[in-house]
């Protein structure tokens, strides 16, 4: 697993496929897929560097990529490369709590 981190992250259209895209320069980035022909391009400044599966994750909750295609996309990258268990920790820690608890029955095998 790499640790290399970006500033620039986002979702592209390209030959009927949206993909997650990530980058440290918006704007070189940004004229690169347009003169290659993808279409929707969606970037953005993460508000701080990282990873791309930490990225992925912000990504998820942002409301610029709520769009079913653009959670497919970032799902996607995260089952094949990422780091799922970065993907779905959560980004606040909470006190663990109880939710339900159950009693074992008695078993007796029958030997």
Known sequence: MTTKTYTVAGTSHYKGQTKVRFTNDLSGRVRTLHKDGHEQIRLITLPRAMTKTEAC???????????????????????????????????????????NTYIAEEFEPDF
């Not at 769009?67 to 006190?95: H, K, M, Y």
Request: charged share 35%; net charge negative.
């Open 57 to 99: 994750r912000f990504l998820y909750d942002a409301d610029q990529f709520q769009l079913p295609e653009c959670q497919e996309a970032i799902e996607n990258w995260v089952v094949n490369n990422g780091d799922t268990r970065e993907f779905i920790r959560e980004s606040v820690e909470r006190e663990p709590e109880i939710v």
